[in-house]
């Protein structure tokens, strides 16, 4: 695992606003082609087990959580619950998630945390650094199956998205009304239509209920058989219309139960099962129970906001405005330093396989909104 210098493509704005990064720098550059990472194959064969291995434990986790009931432990209110045991009954269509791991090409990757419900980073991972490697290195490998994958998993749930109607299934994809969440959910729409699915693009606010069908309909008063949601379940669960949700037969992409692997609880949780595994770090609630280094972070929260940093010499607080259902603390990983820079790769689960990553780097220890998307390459 090598970091190398690079010279940026002349018209790489140009490039990569045509594939839908409108958000390809802020204050800084949030797309860099200054560098990439360059990995040898059996580094890559390392983070795909990892993702893999990671993934099944997860599952088990999740069974766990739900045989024992341990929702008050993440901050699950009472309510959510029925929805998230009948939606892990059931089994519903789960397309994507994407792991954070500190890996250094040497140890086996550790999980710093599972972003398993809002698929933020996905058109940079799957699109845009492909492109990236098609013009400056072809006839290179990159770890990126993600848009193949994706488009065969939503050929694979199409029997379980619903008839509707002679047209066949159709598909509602809803984001806020921000540029990077609108064009990523216009990629997965895309992604499905190439699998044979009718999309519709909506805002969240125009979705809404109807008392007398019982149903959600869009702004048409076409009823919503499938949604895909680029809006976080901890946030829909106490919305005024989150008490429609288990009387609606909505399919809801990602599923509920989601809820407990998109907490960070889920760390704490892992540990407790599967203590000394190889590519967990030791993690508890409330309490660094004796650990002199360590990452304290909020059960809820997003984009590195409210992460404490507690080394040997410094103690380090990001700013926003989560931790009120309380922290999980977790031994601070060794997050690999390439001129100065600390890098986290981003490895996807798509369809249940790991199918792909993206690399975030930053100059401090918290991974946050801004931070660089880097591409990647196998030599």
Not at 35 to 56: C, G, K, P
Not at 254 to 262: H, R
Not at 300 to 326: C, D, F, P, Q, W
Request: a negative charge; hydrophobic letters at 40%.
């Amino acid at each position: 695992m090598e970091r190398i210098p690079s010279e940026p493509r002349p018209n790489w704005q140009e490039a990569v606003e045509s594939r839908g990064l409108k958000w390809h720098t802020g204050a800084t550059p949030y797309w860099s082609e200054d560098a990439y990472y360059r990995f040898t194959t059996d580094e890559i064969d390392s983070v795909e087990r990892a993702t893999n291995e990671l993934h099944q434990r997860c599952i088990e986790a999740v069974q766990h959580v739900i045989d024992e009931e341990r929702y008050a432990e993440l901050k699950i209110p009472e309510h959510a619950i029925p929805l998230i045991e009948r939606t892990w009954k059931e089994e519903p269509p789960s397309i994507y998630g994407r792991f954070d791991l500190a890996f250094d090409g040497k140890s086996p990757p550790v999980m710093l945390e599972y972003n398993a419900d809002t698929p933020t980073s996905l058109l940079e991972a799957s699109v845009i650094q492909w492109d990236w490697l098609e013009a400056l290195h072809k006839g290179a490998d990159q770890f990126n199956s993600l848009h193949e994958r994706l488009v065969a998993t939503w050929r694979d749930m199409m029997p379980y998205l619903g008839k509707g109607g002679p047209l066949g299934p159709l598909v509602h994809f809803a984001s806020m009304d921000d540029i990077e969440d609108g064009m990523t959910t216009a990629y997965l729409a895309e992604t499905a239509i190439q699998a044979g699915i009718r999309a519709q693009l909506t805002p969240v606010g125009d979705i809404g209920w109807d008392p007398d069908a019982k149903e959600f309909v869009d702004v048409s008063n076409v009823r919503v058989d499938t949604l895909f949601k680029l809006y976080p379940w901890e946030w829909i669960i106490h919305e005024p219309f989150a008490q429609f949700i288990p009387k609606a037969k909505t399919q809801f992409i990602e599923p509920a139960w989601k809820m407990i692997l998109s907490n960070k609880g889920i760390l704490a949780i892992l540990w407790d099962l599967f203590p000394g595994h190889p590519n967990l770090l030791p993690a508890y609630f409330d309490e660094p129970r004796g650990m002199f280094e360590y990452a304290k972070k909020p059960l809820l929260s997003r984009e590195g906001a409210n992460v404490t940093i507690h080394t040997m010499k410094e103690h380090l607080e990001s700013t926003g405005e989560y931790g009120a259902e309380g922290y999980v603390f977790q031994q601070l990983a060794p997050i690999p330093t390439f001129d100065g820079k600390r890098s986290v790769i981003g490895s996807w689960i798509i369809g249940q396989e790991a199918a792909g990553m993206g690399i975030r780097e930053d100059d401090s220890w918290v991974t946050g909104n801004t931070s660089r998307f880097v591409p990647h390459l196998i030599r």
